[in-house]
């Protein structure tokens, strides 16, 4: 469980939307929504513990040895770095290794196992310069799955990538929900918040709506169709009010 008491996220000394209260219970699957500069890429930061909060807390309850992996936006990463695709994968080993410890056969067997899950062992020799957008967000998937972290965050993970690409990455996302990890992702896709996560954040200047997809979704739809309506070219799926 992550539990976000009175929490208030934002840059100095500025929030960006209202305090937070609320549960990320374990094995939960949530969604993150909401315009830009409402502080959905902040609250993964400030739940990574790489951002500190303007006020409140987050508490891990639960967790005596809690492990979390991030999976940061695209457009973050340093892509023309010379190095290769397994060496990059080969980076989820390190935060259970002591410093200088050489990586032992059991490790590369991860490695070579998640490059084969997301499709990119063919991939392994490659430097990462040579990757279109979609491999790329392979590779840093592969690396988060050899991690094996009990919280997974991922920043806009379906973003720059082709159609294949996201499937394969939403097919393996459901395989870690099923198998207990706690997921966080912010996303813009209505049509895979609804079909896919059961829980949803909604991130707003005024309020902070959290609760079941099917009954925050709609809230989304109502505040945001005029402000952002390329989120809705692709939708498909017909919604209805549900009070919340």
Known sequence: MIHLKNLVIGYEKQPLVKEMNGCFQSGSLTAVMGLNGTGKSTLLRTIAQVQKPLEGYIHFPGFKEMTM?????????????PIQVMDVVSMGCWPKLSLFRALKATHYHRVHLAMEQVGILDLANKTIDQLSGGQFQRMLFARMLVENSDVMLMDEPFVGIDTKTRDVLLNLIMELHQAGKTIIAVLHQTDIVHRYFSDLLLLKEEDVL??????????????????EPHLMVNEKIKLSIVEA
């Open 69 to 81: 992996s991030w999976l940061p936006q695209l457009a973050e990463v340093d892509r023309s770095f």
């Open 210 to 227: 959290w609760g079941k997809t099917e009954k925050i979704l709609p809230h989304f739809h109502d505040s945001f169709r005029w402000a």
